[in-house]
């Protein structure tokens, strides 16, 4: 059975993150969320959130809303 994409409160759309990992750790990783029933990227959503929660406090979202509604430019960075 197909696990269910779960999205947490206020993160409507996603961007791509790509992170380079040691392939024994991937696959431990893997085994484990797959032990757990939930998908790799549920795991490193809720890892980000909590280490941004941990910096910032709860109010991050509020202050990441009002720099998007002030024109603050969206989306990835480019590197040259």
């Known amino acids: ?45 809720r890892m980000i959130r909590e280490y941004i929660e941990s910096r910032l406090g709860h109010a991050w979202q509020e202050a990441a809303e009002a720099r998007a509604g002030s024109g603050a430019r969206k989306g990835p960075s480019r590197r040259t």
């Open 1 to 45: 059975m197909p696990r269910r994409r779960t999205v947490a409160p206020g993160e409507e759309r996603t961007a791509r993150l790509t992170l380079l990992i040691d392939p024994r750790k991937k696959q431990v990783f893997e085994e484990v969320c797959a032990a757990e029933d939930v998908t790799p990227s549920q795991v490193v959503r």
